[in-house]
């Protein structure tokens, strides 16, 4: 895995969920990620369909596109932990 993936699943860990596994495929005549998601609170699985490739998109971005899934999922992230990543993500910009 390459550094730049591992920015991205720590995010996920960090808000207290699993990273299963990323897929690229091809829509239309360009590629995009599809991340999923666990949430062993609610041993839910999370579906995000990024849009575009992990690369392209900011850390802030993914975050918003994490959390907008998980609150369609039924998932809550807690305060203490968004505003511990939202940190990080500020540390690295």
Same mark, same amino acid.
């Given at each position: 895995? +390459? #550094? /730049?993936?591992?920015?991205?699943? @720590? $995010?996920?860990?960090?808000? +207290? %969920? #699993? =990273?299963?596994?990323?897929?690229?495929?091809?829509? +239309? &005549?360009?590629?995009?990620?599809? /991340?999923?998601?666990?949430?062993?609170? @609610?041993? !839910?699985? $999370?579906?995000?369909?990024? +849009?575009?490739?992990?690369?392209? $998109? &900011?850390?802030?971005?993914?975050?918003? !596109?994490?959390?907008?899934?998980?609150? !369609?999922?039924?998932?809550?992230?807690?305060? #203490?932990? %968004? =505003?511990?990543?939202?940190? &990080?993500?500020? #540390? !690295? &910009?």
């Amino acid at each position: 895995m +390459g #550094k /730049v993936h591992t920015k991205y699943k @720590t $995010i996920v860990e960090m808000l +207290g %969920l #699993k =990273q299963l596994d990323v897929y690229r495929v091809r829509e +239309g &005549s360009r590629d995009v990620d599809i /991340v999923r998601l666990y949430d062993p609170a @609610t041993r !839910k699985i $999370i579906v995000i369909n990024l +849009g575009s490739v992990r690369e392209s $998109i &900011s850390l802030e971005d993914y975050l918003a !596109k994490v959390l907008e899934a998980s609150s !369609k999922h039924g998932v809550r992230i807690s305060d #203490k932990k %968004l =505003q511990t990543v939202r940190e &990080s993500i500020a #540390k !690295k &910009s």
